[in-house]
T-cell receptor, first 115, second 112 residues
Framework: DTEVTQTPKHLVMGMTNKKSLKCEQHMGHRAMYWYKQKAKKPPELMFVYSYEKLSINESVPSRFSPECPNSSLLNLHLHALQPEDSALYLC??????????????FGSGTRLTVV | AQRVTQPEKLLSVFKGAPVELKCNYSYSGSPELFWYVQYSRQRLQLLLRHISRESIKGFTADLNKGETSFHLKKPFAQEEDSAMYYCALSNAGGTSYGKLTFGQGTILTVHP
């Protein structure tokens, strides 16, 4: 298995809802990432987990809460989001945090719409 | 702070013509550089890593530390090369260890 799998593919949520995005990889990668991508823009890093510990938080608002239950799973819990949070949320993984060995593998993303 | 610059937002060439997508970077340490490609409605895919010096789909990229550049080249463009291309830099140390920074991207269109 050489893929990063993200679920759901699409999500529509109200501003008062609580939802979660899920990411899974079975490549034995020890670093996992959340990125946010707006249309026609590059991905922007949100969080980095290295060996299941949060190593980077790019000053992301607390309405986004990451969780890494084990080395294969990464969740992003969403609560009280704003319409401007609508975007494609990408998960990625790499063998080591620098991506030195084989680069970063990206999932196909969850397209989130906040109404 | 690390930075990646792709000066061309759009690049159009005809099939069979050479193509070069420019990438310049700013980084105080030894960079790890990548090219990613995003075809329409598909996920980001790794195209090249500077560390491997490989050629994928006819594309090559050479790291020039003197000019802080990592330009992507292909001698004969094909229509299927039409896509968004991102140059990216990985931080190999310090407090931002593991951070991947992307350039703004270049949309390549190859005309028949």
């Amino acid at each position: 298995d050489t893929e990063v799998t993200q679920t759901p593919k699409h999500l529509v949520m109200g501003m008062t809802n609580k939802k979660s995005l899920k990411c899974e990889q079975h490549m034995g990668h020890r670093a996992m990432y959340w990125y946010k991508q707006k249309a026609k823009k590059p991905p922007e890093l949100m969080f980095v987990y290295s060996y299941e510990k949060l190593s980077i938080n790019e000053s992301v608002p607390s309405r986004f809460s990451p969780e890494c239950p084990n080395s294969s799973l990464l969740n992003l819990h969403l609560h009280a989001l704003q319409p401007e949070d609508s975007a494609l949320y990408l998960c990625a993984s790499s063998q080591v945090p620098t991506g030195e060995s084989y680069g970063y593998t990206f999932g196909s993303g969850t397209r989130l719409t906040v109404v | 702070a690390q930075r990646v610059t792709q000066p061309e937002k759009l690049l159009s060439v005809f099939k069979g013509a050479p193509v070069e997508l420019k990438c310049n970077y700013s980084y105080s340490g030894s960079p790890e550089l990548f090219w990613y490609v995003q075809y329409s409605r598909q996920r980001l895919q790794l195209l090249l890593r500077h560390i491997s010096r490989e050629s994928i789909k006819g594309f090559t990229a050479d790291l020039n530390k003197g000019e802080t550049s990592f330009h992507l080249k292909k001698p004969f463009a094909q229509e299927e090369d039409s896509a968004m291309y991102y140059c990216a830099l990985s931080n190999a140390g310090g407090t931002s260890y593991g951070k991947l920074t992307f350039g703004q991207g270049t949309i390549l269109t190859v005309h028949p």
